[in-house]
């Protein structure tokens, strides 16, 4: 299965770890025993044809599904205990398949929604707008201004979120997820519906958050061009299984992976 | 809204009749209260189950289906066959205009139910006060064309022949719509649409005239239930306020369950009459609602009810 | 100034103060109730108790009204807010109606549904208007600070917001909390005006002319709930002579408003960015 380099899972030290993740819906089996192990400060990606059950392993990550087997450890914790909202404070963010922007409001309104995370100030200040209100909503609104600016974003502030261009949404995600300081980054094909140049821009944005923010990063793309192009490594699953682990070449020419995607006529 | 208390013809028993006589009488008030509220309770679940937003405007088609009866029996000495024909086909009607005048515009719009929530309360608002303009607020007694008559069972207690005939018409009608939704095309359309109601339209089902009918049905059951509360409380224009009741019952059976929603409006009934009977009357309302917190305590999505799980 | 239009005022402050509080209930934080006038009540008849029958001073009175209605709320709250839109809205029915019911029943407490008068009328119109600028103050202060924008988060998208690290159940219950709490100090100054309270005034019409007041004047536009409340308290006044077709009208403004124009009069802007938007675009 080509691991190489990368890290067994099974070792308590890892980072970012998988193991026997089992999840059910009635029937079907979505996912089933998924493991792998992702080093701090990898860029990582998630493929399969669609239905692989790749987004569920994100929702089982972020607590919005409860595992049925298995477990998920982050920075040593296992992730099973918390709940979804507790999952931001650990230091995991995440962008969504279907974009969930909060439409009616204002781009930089978005980001600051995250923002405003990591700026505490008090019930009481924020109704008198005394004390630390003033320096912690300016401190919200720079950060928020930064990184409008980082994604390209910061001349549409003031824009409704709800009618920004497709491309220009995902990118609003991102920066809002961004704004949550996050260790983990998880996106949930941030490139969908983008045509090949934005695909290429996105990949360079992708590549420069990473090493910018010294984040770690799993992405989740069943476009080839994205996750070949800027992830060292690559875990590829079909069928709620992992199929294959390793670098893009060696995913390239992984025969599981080829059956996956092209259907077994298609295999020499 | 009040806290009426009821006439009912049925609550002839005296203090002092033993307690296993009151018990099935009030058993028998209850399924047949029940009952009715079935009629109400099933139409409002049926269009849940559909549009996924609750039909505030339900007990509105029920005020109509009792004012229409009231109406052509009065004015046109017609019997109750054909008056309570053109009642239900008078509410059905009214069901299907208020779905395209406010409904479908904003539906056509947005996704957001709570806007269908708002024109919803709105519309039951407009209509009963429609109602209570033209009509005025008096209580009126529906000329007496439905038996209301003592009736000995088997000497175990007395009922009066309202309740079994309330009953009896109620297992009737939801007994065709059952036929209706298992053995009709427009039926199994309905049945497939309440599942997923895009992918149906993506199969070919024309999703607005769906829409209409349900609507239909639903308003037809409503007046069905409107003519025999007007008959136990007589006929006036809050009386769609009871319809809150029905709005319980169905919460208690599982918002969009049609099996759920007998279930429940048959406990409600019972409940209801059995306080009556045993504690208090002005108790009544009080156990309605205790058991509707005590259903979102314990199990909110009721008995049968489908959990809507959003696609993340 | 006449006593009339003095009188016109104060229901006007009244009237915002509970409007404000189902505007943040409602508009920004997404919760459809409608039994917000039980809140109402509740104030109303805890400060009439204690000023009339035990001798508190107004002042300490209302503020237990509205902690009274916030109280109620909590316990309410906590199980039925995780409940999402339809169920709520006929759990808020249900409690509007259980309460207006233990009112009129309650007679030993609460004198029943004939009413409670003799209340001191200590709503006069300083009071009023005190009340209802800090009280306005605060809340336009709230929904301009992080608390704000966590509302329209959880109301927007709740799995979102609790991905970004948002309690939503709390944020729910901490937004009914202090609606509840201003609707309750506008039911105790109410009181205090017309010196007598009836159940039957904080019923299902005042539940939806709250409601009526927000929509109209846009969800999520807490300078569009006071001008709805000026507009329908207005016209309310004005066509008094009319007053059995408020009900219908209201009615009808609940659904002409959703059919043709659902973001109500101001959307969700509010007054000072008209005041700001020159201010911004130097800044940009």
């Known amino acids: 299965m080509g691991e190489g380099s990368f890290p067994e899972a099974g070792r308590m030290s890892a980072f970012f ?162 704004a949550l300081d996050p260790e983990l980054l998880l996106l949930d094909e941030p490139a969908a519906g983008m045509n090949a140049e934005e695909v290429s821009s996105l990949n360079v944005l992708i590549s420069e958050i990473h090493r910018d923010f010294s984040l770690t990063i799993l992405v989740i793309e069943h476009h080839m061009d994205l996750v070949m192009e800027i992830c060292p490594h690559i875990i590829c699953m079909n069928f709620g299984a992992k199929i294959a682990e390793g670098t893009p070449d060696e995913i390239q020419n992984h025969p599981e992976v080829l059956k996956a995607y092209l259907g077994e006529e298609e295999v020499e | 809204m009040r806290a009426d208390r009821p006439r009912s013809p049925s609550s002839i028993h005296e203090r002092g009749d033993p307690p296993l006589a009151t018990l099935i009488q009030q058993v028998i008030n209850g399924l047949s209260l029940g009952s009715v509220y079935a009629l109400i309770a099933v139409g409002y679940s049926l269009v849940y189950s559909i549009l996924l937003f609750s039909n505030f405007a339900h007990g509105g088609f029920l005020v109509i289906g009792g004012y229409i009866c009231y109406g052509t029996l009065r004015t046109f000495g017609t019997g109750i066959w054909l008056s309570g024909a053109i009642a239900l086909a008078g509410a059905g009607l009214a069901a299907v205009l208020t779905e395209r005048l406010a409904y479908r515009p904003i539906r056509e719009r947005t996704n957001v139910t709570l806007y269908l929530l708002i024109a919803s309360m709105g519309m039951s608002i407009v209509i009963e006060n429609i109602f209570v303009i033209v009509a005025g607020g008096r209580f009126r007694a529906l000329p007496p064309v439905i038996p209301t008559a003592p009736v000995n069972l088997m000497g175990l207690a007395t009922t009066s022949a309202f309740d079994l005939l309330s009953l009896v018409s109620a297992v009737v009608f939801l007994g065709a719509l059952q036929l209706f939704l298992s053995k009709t095309r427009w039926g199994l359309a309905i049945r497939a649409a309440a599942y997923d109601l895009r992918t149906a339209g993506l199969m070919g089902v024309n999703v607005n005239l769906l829409i209409s009918i349900v609507f239909f049905v639903a308003g037809a059951l409503a007046a069905v239930g409107g003519i025999f509360l007007s008959v136990r409380y007589t006929l006036y224009p809050q009386l769609g306020a009871i319809t809150i009741k029905a709005f319980v019952a169905a919460v208690i059976g599982g918002l969009g369950s049609l099996p759920g929603a007998v279930v429940g409006s048959l406990i409600l009934g019972l409940a209801e009459m059995l306080t009556a009977g045993f504690i208090s009357s002005q108790m009544r309302d009080l156990v309605v609602f205790s058991l509707l917190v005590i259903t979102l305590l314990v199990k909110p999505t009721g008995l049968f009810g489908k959990s809507v799980s959003e696609k993340v | 100034m006449s006593g009339y239009t003095e009188g016109i005022i104060i229901l006007l402050c009244i009237n915002a103060i509970a409007a404000m509080g189902v505007s943040l209930l409602t508009g920004f934080t997404g919760i459809f109730s409608l039994g917000h006038a039980a809140y109402m009540a509740l104030g109303a008849y805890t400060t009439a108790i204690l000023t009339v029958q035990h001798g508190v001073h107004w002042f300490p009175a209302i ?110 219950v901490i937004s009914l909390m202090i609606s509840a709490f201003y609707c309750g100090v506008a039911g105790a100054l109410l009181g205090g005006f017309l010196s007598f309270i009836q159940p039957v005034m904080f019923d299902m019409l005042k539940s939806t002319e709250l409601t009526a007041v927000v929509v109209f004047g846009g969800l999520g536009s807490m300078s569009g709930s006071l001008l709805g409340t000026a507009v329908i308290t207005l016209v309310t006044e004005l066509f008094r002579p009319i007053s059995q077709y408020r009900m219908l009208i209201y009615g009808a403004v609940l659904v002409v408003i959703m059919v043709l124009r659902p973001e109500g009069i101001m959307g969700n802007r509010e007054f000072l960015s008209w005041v700001k938007a020159p201010f911004r675009r130097r800044a940009g």
């Not at chain 1, 998920?72 to 404070?89: H, N």
């Not at chain 1, 995440?94 to 995370?117: G, I, Y």
């Not at chain 1, 300016?138 to 201004?145: F, L, N, P, Q, T």
């Not at chain 3, 109620?72 to 006929?90: E, N, Q, R, S, W």
């Open chain 1, 17 to 178: 770890e998988l193991s026997g993740v089992t999840k059910n819906f009635g029937g079907v089996q979505a996912v089933s025993k998924m493991a792998f192990s992702i080093a701090r400060g990898e860029l990582a990606g998630l493929m399969g044809p669609n239905g692989a059950g790749k987004t569920t392993i994100f929702n089982l990550v972020t607590g919005v599904y409860d595992l049925d087997e298995g477990q998920i450890f982050f920075k040593e914790e296992d992730l099973a205990r918390l709940k979804t909202y507790q999952v931001t404070g650990r230091g995991i963010a995440r962008t969504f398949q279907n974009l969930r922007l909060f439409q009616r409001s204002t781009v930089l309104e978005n980001v600051m929604t995250a923002a405003q995370h990591h700026v505490p100030y008090s019930f009481a200040e924020g109704m008198t707008h005394l004390g630390r209100w003033r320096s912690g909503e300016k401190k919200i609104r720079e950060k928020s201004m930064a990184l409008l600016e980082r994604v390209g974003l910061a001349d549409r502030a003031e824009q409704a979120a709800g009618t920004l261009p497709y491309g220009f949404q995902r990118r609003l995600e991102i920066a809002r997820a961004l």
């Open chain 3, 63 to 172: 503020l237990c009204g509205g902690i009274m209605a916030v109280a109620v709320a909590f316990f309410i709250g906590v199980p039925t807010l995780k409940l999402m839109g339809d169920y709520y809205a006929i759990a808020s029915i249900g409690l509007g109606e259980a309460i207006r019911l233990i009112l009129e029943n309650w007679q030993s407490v609460t004198r029943g549904a004939r009413g409670y008068p003799g209340i001191d009328p200590y709503t006069t119109l300083p009071v009023a208007a005190a009340f209802f600028v800090v009280l306005a103050i605060c809340m336009f202060n709230l929904i301009n600070s992080r608390f704000g924008r966590a509302c329209k988060a959880c109301r927007d998208d709740y799995i979102a917001s609790s991905l970004l690290g948002f309690h939503t159940a709390r944020i729910r």
